[in-house]
């Protein structure tokens, strides 16, 4: 605050003088020289002759009295000679913030302009009521005077003006020389605006993360269990040799084969594996807002914008990898601007004029024949060559057969664990499951398991259990391959059940079988049976 000046007016000085300081300013020349002293005496007695526009060097003193070097309020009756004086109102009036008075029993004695303005709420509405008054009738939500005047301590909280404005109340007690509350002053402050905000940056924040994927490792996740078969393993070979370049990765194969754990694998073995991974379906996203939500926009680009724009995906994934799944399914004229990226690593928000630079790794996914919508006019042929310099053909789960028990496992036990279950599977319904074809593959198959390991009311897991059209899947004819998987994977279980158990009876037990049954698996299998005393 600036130095008290002789040419400013009484009002002005107001500001000067506060409830519980001493009663006395000094004044300073233009120079900054010391010419004299203003008491709040004589402040009070110009407001009270109205002579607010005086200036204070009418009232300026050489000498200070006695009494004006000793707190302003030097009794109750003082303090409450001030609460109920023109001058409290001019005081409390030239403040920004909102003031609230009320007495040791909780009636409002007096709000400021500030408060009115603040609020909404008059001084006929609340002047005179007790707080609990207003409580009950929903003018607020709670009272900071009322929790003071309980605790006798200071209150900050946050109250609702009619279920709607939000402000934040800081109530101070008053207390008289019996130290008992004569007075509760709570200053108020508007934070609906910062509310607002917050919220805003909240919904960005959770957009942000929803399209920032978590980066599995390359040893989570099962990606080394289930990368067994023929089909895979060539696949992930090629790609840990593709992931040490920049090199634009195409990715081909139906629905729910494990394209985006593909994305995410290369990602972590590549020198950006310390920076983000996002990932957008272009399927998911209706084809008028695929532009805005890749690219971002500037304030008021469009009807519905957000008034300070919004970063797009593309941009949020800068130093990082950008995994475009779906990629077949974007629209003709975004695939003009993506390609502008692809070749010069520049593009420009909706709205904008201006190009902006990304260092980005994009790697692109589809299970359409992409060759053959180049050929029907409805995918850029320069961006399809740009973007296909390697492609992976990621085969469906039904070519990879002996890959669904290790996924089964490595899925029952995800979900086990993340349920606190101790579900297990029996060895016909390992067979059921493994000659099922799968047309959802992976994703489907992470999703039966997941329902059955949450549905099912007993620990081991039948064919009974599961789906109507899962159980009219005949495990009859397979071929002799997949016979040799199903037997591998039957020896694997009873031989892990009978190191947990020690008896063929446990064993079956938990296999769900029984133990003839068990005894008859181990002879076809040709497995050592001990001779078990019962």
């Not at 000067?16 to 004044?27: C, I, L, R, W």
């Not at 695939?335 to 902006?356: A, H, I």
């Amino acid at each position: 605050m600036h130095p008290l000046r002789p040419t400013m007016t009484v009002e002005e000085a107001l500001a000067y003088f506060s409830p519980g300081t001493n009663g006395v300013q000094a004044v300073y020349s233009e120079t900054n020289e010391m010419i004299g002293y203003l008491t709040v005496d004589s402040i009070a007695i110009a407001v009270h002759r109205g002579e607010l526009t005086r200036p204070i060097r009418e009232f300026i003193v050489t000498e200070i009295p006695r009494q004006s070097l000793e707190p302003q309020f030097r009794s109750d009756e003082q303090l409450h000679a001030f609460f109920h004086s023109p001058l409290c109102k001019i005081v409390f009036n030239s403040l920004y913030d909102g003031v609230y008075i009320t007495d040791g029993a909780g009636i409002t004695l007096f709000i400021n302009q500030a408060y009115q303005r603040i609020t909404g709420l008059n001084a006929d509405e609340v002047m005179g009521k007790h707080m609990s008054q207003l409580t009950k009738q929903g003018i607020i939500s709670v009272s900071a005077s009322l929790e003071t005047i309980r605790t006798k301590r200071p209150v900050t909280l946050i109250q609702t003006i009619r279920n709607e404005r939000k402000i934040i109340v800081s109530a101070t007690p008053i207390f008289s020389d019996a130290h008992e509350i004569l007075y509760v002053i709570s200053c108020v402050r508007d934070i609906t605006e910062l509310i607002r905000l917050k919220h805003e940056l909240d919904s960005q924040r959770l957009w942000h993360q929803g399209m920032q994927t978590d980066v599995p490792q390359p040893d989570q996740e099962g990606l080394e269990k289930v990368v067994l078969g023929p089909a895979t393993r060539p696949i992930f070979t090629l790609a840990d040799k593709v992931a040490k370049t920049e090199a634009k990765i195409l990715l081909q194969g139906e629905t729910g084969v494990g394209k985006s754990m593909i994305a995410k694998y290369i990602h972590a073995r590549s020198a950006r594996n310390g920076e983000i991974f996002m990932e957008l379906n272009c399927a998911t996203i209706p084809s008028h807002l695929v532009e805005s939500e890749l690219f971002g926009y500037e304030p008021g680009a469009f009807t519905g914008a957000l008034k300070q724009g919004k970063v797009g995906i593309l941009e949020s994934a800068h130093r990082g990898t950008l995994f475009l799944d779906e990629i077949g399914d974007l629209p003709l004229d975004v695939q003009v601007k993506l390609l502008k990226v692809v070749e010069e690593n520049q593009f420009m928000r909706v709205g904008s004029t201006q190009l902006r630079h990304v260092d980005v790794r994009i790697i692109t996914a589809t299970h359409r024949d992409l060759a053959a919508r180049v050929r029907e006019g409805l995918f850029r042929e320069d961006l399809y060559y740009r973007l296909n310099i390697v492609t992976f053909e990621v085969p469906p789960l039904r070519e990879r057969r002996e890959e669904i028990v290790p996924l089964l496992e490595t899925y029952l036990a995800k979900f086990n664990e993340k349920y606190n279950e101790n579900k297990v599977m029996t060895l016909e319904c390992y067979e059921w499951l493994t000659n099922y074809n799968w047309p959802g593959n992976i994703r489907e198959l992470a999703n039966l398991i997941e329902r059955l390991v949450v549905t099912t009311y007993h620990d081991t897991i039948d064919v009974g259990d599961l789906p109507a059209i899962l159980q009219q899947v005949l495990p009859s004819t397979e071929p002799a391959s997949l016979k040799e998987a199903v037997a591998k994977v039957e020896r694997s279980l009873i031989t892990k059940a009978l190191q947990k158990h020690g008896t063929t009876r446990g064993a079956a037990a938990a296999l769900g079988i029984s133990q003839s049954a068990i005894v008859q698996k181990m002879k076809k299998l040709q497995m050592r049976v001990e001779n078990e005393s019962f």
